[in-house]
Nanobody
Framework: QVQLVESGGGLVQPGGSLRLSCASS????????VGWYRQAPGKQRELVTE???????DYADSVKGRFTASRDDVKNTVYLQMNNLKPEDTAVYYC?????????????WGQGTQVTVSS
């Protein structure tokens, strides 16, 4: 079983920056993908960014040019650098890992961390 532990959330003013961290109990180099999702009140959970095993990175259109995902294979940690934050970015952010099994893929989630962008 894979455990994901997040940190770095908090309150920030519009235009500010935050960096989220997700520490994995597993070796992320072997995962099919790692990434971040978010869920705002009254809205569905949405994909923010995903890094595949082939190092391809996809971003939601709403965060392109502002957010940057990265992966540290030594520390087994995934990061999300968030710049020029907007009130619309306010949400609970979840770390996600997709891990291959012998016959199927398993999805694991972090506990979630609150990001609030407000003046």
């Amino acid at each position: 079983q894979v455990q994901l532990v997040e940190s770095g959330g908090g309150l920030v003013q519009p235009g500010g920056s935050l960096r989220l961290s997700c520490a994995s109990s597993g070796i992320i180099f072997t995962f099919n993908a790692v990434g971040w999702y978010r869920q705002a009140p009254g809205k569905q959970r949405e994909l923010v960014t995903e890094i595949t095993r082939g190092s391809k990175i996809d971003y939601a259109d709403s965060v392109k040019g502002r957010f940057t995902a990265s992966r540290d294979d030594v520390k087994n940690t995934v990061y999300l650098q968030m710049n020029n934050l907007k009130p619309e970015d306010t949400a609970v952010y979840y770390c996600n890992a997709r891990v291959h099994g012998p016959e199927q893929e398993y999805s694991y989630w972090g506990q979630g961390t609150q990001v609030t962008v407000s003046s």
